[in-house]
């Protein structure tokens, strides 16, 4: 087999596991663009979104797109109580307090979720047969396209939202300048709601994508994606929306030539290394402005 | 108002003065207490809940008829969830405050490597029913087994492969970060080379991983004729899922790991013409074994896994050592442990070994419509 099959094959695998990082990076990018916080919690939002979906499926007998709404629509809530409850309160707090109270909260999220759901692998439900899709001498499989179509789906209806819509404006606004924005008649609780809100619906679309493609959801399925996820968000530039995709899309594609080249022991460590490597040239990311302080 | 107060007071004190002198009134021995370490949730859960059913099946029976040497045995069941910390806490707690005579389990290797040093160095005889890597019974002379090493189940599946199967290239995915996996894909490897095949690719992951495309893409590439895949069946049940997905078409190998109800859902059915190493089939005609059978799928309502049957069988060796030693002397147990012999037991007959391993057979079974079927018996040599 020529090395640049292998290659192809594994750029395929790539997109759609760095689709999967991208709608993660998503969340951590926008609640730091805002707040300059780091959810830590974010990775189990993501998995409280594998298990409602897993819920809606099984015992709702849900299909697979109105169980993916439910989850999400369930999840933005949670995320917004999140906020409300954790956050909110410290928000004039030092940064420091809001991020043990996030890494509080992801542990809480993790416990309870074992309390609840019970620590066991759970074999997530086929809603879709599946289907290999040969394109020459690769293949991609139907919920490979699932994953990364629905990912790009959600990334462009998020684009819309922060762009060309009312509140899109309030939210660059409140993560330009606070205060500002709060003069200028912002209500900036709400703003900052919303976003929580808009970032964990993707993670729970995140985690029943994951659920569907791997076939197996746990507890501390979030903790691993969480961490990458972050990490995609630093590397192509933290509170850039485009940043955490291109981050997402980068380390997927990365750890799987990794494995095709390298080695798959390294395959963490490469991931890691890059992010090492990016953030030594450029500090603020692929795609963050190198901005000067001003004194 | 103080009326039904006081009468409550009396009714307590009544009952105190009646409980303290009951228990002479019995002329009972008090019980042998007995730890178990198992995991009953989190990734392998239904090794945990397999063997705790198992085990207190067989206790109940033993207590039910007369108890050892006329006193009975008191099982105090602990989680360990199959993590070494927690297991190693728990295992504290059982010397600690439990104060156990002998500690059976943990249930999986890593567990296992975990308690069995604080067992060596407080002196209490301890015996895993399921814990197969190598290094288990070498960490002191206090520490036994009731199932086969992964040595032997490697090199059982190696040879397996090359001569039964006729299999001369093979590729092997394991878990980097678990001393089972690892020793495992060393055991084959080593045999199956020996024998004159060749490993032409492996790859690796980390506990916990969940997504194998990347991996199974570079091996499906190389076309094997066979995929050892040695891991738990929380692992190995996507694995195989996604190489079969993948279009991979070599013949899926694997070990006593596989074995559990849960992997044919994780495996969507993908785990079909598979074959394992076990340590019983449900096959087995001897009458051991079906009265066995027989008892646990009456009780549970399910048919014993290999898991259950080394729980099972655990309790037997724990029995017949108890018995033989006479007293709760960690002394004397440790010697019966390693010297009682002929135990007809669920999975065969047993001898025990001072080395702390048992001498006992293994079996090849082949899955076929969600089930494990009898394909060949190896016997303690190794054929």
Known sequence: MNWYVIGLQQLINGLALGSVYALIALGYTMVYGIIKLINFAHGEIYMLGAYLGFYAITSLNLSLVPAMVLAMVSAAIIGMLLERVAYRPLRSSPRIAVLITAIGASLLFQSTAQLVFGASFKPFPQAIPFTRIQLGPVFTTNRQLLIFGVAVALMIALHIIVQYTTFGKAMRAVSMDKDAAQLMGINIDRVISITFALGSALAAAAGILVGMYYNRIDPYMGTMPGLKAFVAAVLGGIGIVPGAVVGGLLMGVAENMVVAFVSSTLRDAVAFAILIAVLLFRPNGLLGKNRTEKV | MSHPKTKILVLCLLMFVMSTLAVPGLAQEEPIRVGLLTPLTGAVATYGQSVRNAVVMGIDSINASGGINGRQIELIVLDDKGDSTESAQAARRLIDREKVALIMGPVITPAVMAVAPIAQAEGIPMITPTGTGDQITELGDYIFRAAYKDSFQGRIMAQFAYENLGITEASIIYDIANDYSVGLRGAFKATFEELGGKVISEESYSTGDNDFSAQLTSLTMRNPQALFIPDYYSAAGPILMQAKLMGMTSVMLGVDGWDSPDLYALANGFEEDGYIVNHYSQDDESPMTQAFIAEYTARYGAAPDALAALG???????????????????????????????????????DMDPEGTPIKSAVILQSKGGSWVLVDKIDPSGR
Do not use: F, M
């Not at chain 2, 029995?319 to 009682?340: C, F, M, Q, W, Y």
């Open chain 2, 312 to 350: 099972y069988d655990g309790v037997l060796i724990v029995a017949r050592a108890l018995e033989a030693a006479g007293s709760t002397d960690p002394e004397a147990i440790k010697h019966a442990l390693g010297t009682v012999k002929n135990i007809e037991a669920a999975t065969g007959t047993i």
